[in-house]
């Protein structure tokens, strides 16, 4: 009989987009995404992170001040990443899971390139405008969004 205690897709996919936040340098908010295609194989990875050759420990990681001095201006979102790390073809009719719910501009770039479905762990920013008009272009453009289903299992990985 089949080992019955296996992980399924939404735990895979969602447990790799968690691992990928772990490589984020950000020291508040540390999201990760994971793209799959419809046969459910993996077509890419991200998390938030500043741009290639935007040293890390040169530029701002606070939150407040002068925009030219802190993360916000600089930091390329999860998503956005996840999406332009793929090598592949086409991203049309993947899923996107991510560890938060995407910002506006990450939703713009999830309709583009032809995402059908996001599946978000976290909606902290639910009540900003960003996230409500996230929302609406979802809505309009017929992409389907979904709350990740906590089951509360447990996997320690020793590394
Ligand atoms: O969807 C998202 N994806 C994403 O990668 N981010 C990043 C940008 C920042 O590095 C961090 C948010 O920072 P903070 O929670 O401190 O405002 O998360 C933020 C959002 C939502 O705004
Ligand atoms: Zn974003």
Not at 9 to 34: H, N
Not at 56 to 79: Q, R, S, T
Not at 90 to 117: H, M, V
Request: hydrophobic fraction near 35%; glycine fraction near 8%.
């Amino acid at each position: 009989m089949k080992r019955a205690d296996y992980i399924s897709w939404d735990q895979y996919f969602m447990g790799i987009a968690l691992l990928s936040a772990e490589r984020s340098k950000d020291p508040s908010t540390q999201v990760g995404a994971c793209i799959v295609d419809d046969n459910n194989r993996i077509l890419s990875e991200g998390y938030n992170g500043m741009p290639a050759g935007c040293e890390d420990d040169i530029m701002p990681w606070g939150k407040i001040g002068d925009p030219l001095n802190n993360k916000y201006f600089f930091v390329c979102h999860a998503e956005l990443n996840a999406i332009l790390n793929y090598r592949g073809g086409s991203l049309k009719d993947a899923r996107l899971y991510s560890t938060l719910f995407p910002c506006n501009e990450c939703a713009k770039a999830i309709i583009q390139c032809g995402i059908k479905e996001v599946i978000y762990l976290s909606d902290k920013y639910a009540s900003t405008d960003s996230t409500m008009a996230s929302k609406r272009m979802f809505d309009m453009a017929g992409v389907t969004y979904r709350p990740y289903e906590v089951k509360g299992k447990k996997i320690t990985i020793d590394l």
